[in-house]
């Protein structure tokens, strides 16, 4: 029985947060809650190569015509992104679901932090999260 429940436990929990070492966006000033997002390779990808994402929320208010999803890299001691991309959200979802969302991998380092957020511009950001993936030679 407890064999069985571990496996459970297993093939539950990667689910939600699929990577590992996620963490809110209180460093960049933003309280919200975070979302599930899961990508690949959750290792470094190589310079400029595709990360493959997905990300999904539930139980929001209905997004309007301003909401979008952020996808943004950060360097280890820096709150401004080096590199951002935008993703508009349909009006009026409680719900949202993106599959297989293709975002290269930074062009000038293989150190960042990646962070999702989505933002609408009459309430401000609705959720976010980052995954530090700061590679082992980077200096601090």
């Known amino acids: 029985m407890n064999k069985i429940l571990i496996f459970i436990l297993?093939?539950?929990?990667?689910?939600?947060?699929?990577?590992?070492?996620?963490?809110?966006?209180?460093?960049?000033?933003?309280?919200?809650?975070?979302?599930?997002v899961s990508f690949t390779p959750d290792t470094h990808s190589q310079l400029g190569l595709p990360y493959l994402f997905n990300y999904?929320?539930?139980?929001?208010?209905?997004t309007t015509t301003s909401t979008s999803l952020f996808i943004a890299f950060f360097t280890e001691n820096d709150n401004v992104p080096f590199d951002v991309h935008i993703i508009k959200v349909?009006?009026?979802?409680?719900?949202?679901?993106?599959?297989?969302?293709?975002?290269?991998?930074?062009?000038?380092?293989?150190?960042?932090?990646?962070?999702?957020?989505?933002m609408d511009d009459t309430i401000g950001y609705i959720n976010?999260?980052?995954?530090?993936?700061?590679?082992s030679t980077s200096s601090s």
């Open 10 to 36: 297993f093939a539950i929990f990667p689910i939600v947060y699929a990577n590992p070492n996620y963490a809110d966006c209180l460093l960049y000033s933003i309280n919200t809650s975070v979302a599930d």
């Open 56 to 62: 999904s929320i539930s139980g929001i208010s209905p």
């Open 90 to 118: 349909p009006s009026n979802k409680t719900e949202l679901n993106f599959s297989n969302l293709h975002i290269n991998a930074p062009l000038i380092t293989d150190s960042y932090t990646i962070m999702f957020a989505m």
């Open 128 to 135: 976010c999260v980052t995954f530090p993936r700061f590679s």
